[in-house]
């Protein structure tokens, strides 16, 4: 993957598709579009989905337009760093978790997958 700055511009952008307002795929896409999709879809449910999921399932979502970029970086980097410390146990519940992380946003999934792709047709 990129370099930790992109890396983080990568996560931030990806954590709007989890805020309470209308999504912004177009915004998302063309952050997205330097990196592969395999890269994409990894960073998604696999660092910012995790940290991210709970408010876009909440009633009243607490954060409506972005996540704090600093707090976001910083709560990936400790869920990073608490599944290196899993057992097997732990490594069992993350993959279920990681599955329902996939189901619930498959169609956000899609939408930004479709708008990635053309973002990066067009240049």
């Given at each position: 993957m990129a370099n930790q700055l992109e890396q983080?511009?990568?996560w931030?952008?990806?954590s709007s598709l989890f805020v309470g307002s209308e999504v912004d795929y177009e915004y998302v896409a063309r952050i997205a579009k330097n990196y592969s999709i395999s890269d994409v879809?990894?960073?998604l449910f696999e660092r910012v989905a995790p940290v991210c999921i709970s408010n876009m399932l909440a009633p009243v979502p607490p954060v409506w337009w972005y996540f704090d970029e600093e707090q976001l970086v910083a709560d990936?980097?400790?869920l990073?760093?608490?599944r290196a410390r899993q057992g097997l146990a732990g490594k069992c519940l993350s993959a279920m978790?990681?599955?329902l992380i996939r189901l619930v946003s498959a169609s956000v999934w899609s939408e930004l997958?479709?708008?990635i792709e053309s973002a990066k047709r067009h240049g």
């Open positions: 983080h511009q990568l931030s952008a990806l879809e990894f960073a990936i980097e400790c990073i760093k608490k978790a990681g599955r997958k479709a708008e």
